[in-house]
C-alpha cells in the first residue's frame, strides 16, 4: 500500500499540521484542499461560513485579500488583519452590493444543509464570472446515504458553467 501514489498523497496531507493561533479546525481543511490541488493562488477570495476565523486565517496567510461572510463573531487575528473584510450577514441575505466582484477563489464552509449552501454558493459564484478560478466546498454529510447525492450536487455546478472534482480529504472526517 505504501507504493500506492493515491495513499502517499493523502498521507502527506495528513501531516499536515494546524497552527495553535488558528482559530478552528477549517483551517486544515483549506491547508489540505491547497496542498492537494497543488495551484498558486493570489488575488481576493470569499470565505461562505467564515466564523471563528480558520480557513480565513490560512488564505491571509497565502497573501490573499479575504473577504470572511458570516453573521457569527470572527477572531481577532482575521480582523485585526488589514486584508481581512468581515460582512457580518448569513449568506443568505447578501446582496451583490454587499460584496466586491474580483474574487479569484471562493471557499465555502457552512452549517447549512447541502442543498441549500450549494445554491448559495452557485448563486454568488455569478456575481464573480469574470474573475472566479476556483471554488473549494465542504458539503457536511452526517448521513451516510447522503453520498449518493455527490453526483447530483456535482451536476448542479456543471449545469452552472463549473468543472468539478470531489474529494474527501483526512481533515473531512
Request: glycine letters at 4%; hydrophobic letters at 40%.
Amino acid at each position: 500500500v505504501a507504493d500506492c501514489p493515491q495513499f502517499a498523497s493523502i498521507a502527506k496531507l495528513s501531516q499536515i499540521k494546524q497552527p495553535d493561533a488558528a482559530p478552528s479546525r477549517a483551517y486544515l481543511k483549506i491547508a489540505q484542499a491547497f496542498e492537494y490541488f497543488h495551484r498558486d493562488r493570489d488575488g481576493h477570495a470569499i470565505e461562505i461560513g467564515s466564523a471563528p476565523g480558520g480557513a480565513s486565517y490560512f488564505l491571509l496567510q497565502q497573501s490573499l485579500k479575504v473577504t470572511g461572510l458570516d453573521p457569527a463573531e470572527m477572531a481577532e487575528i482575521c480582523l485585526n488583519n488589514a486584508n481581512f473584510i468581515h460582512v457580518k450577514k448569513s449568506v443568505q441575505d447578501v446582496q451583490p452590493k454587499d460584496l466586491s466582484n474580483d474574487y479569484s477563489l471562493m471557499a465555502i464552509d457552512t452549517n447549512l444543509p447541502a442543498l441549500t449552501s450549494l445554491r448559495e454558493t452557485i448563486r454568488l459564484a455569478s456575481w464573480s464570472k469574470n474573475s472566479l478560478n476556483e471554488i473549494f466546498m465542504t458539503i457536511k454529510m452526517p448521513n451516510p446515504r447522503q453520498v449518493r447525492k455527490l453526483s447530483s450536487y456535482a451536476n448542479d455546478f456543471k449545469r452552472a458553467g463549473y468543472k468539478v472534482i470531489y474529494k474527501q480529504l483526512p481533515s473531512h472526517h
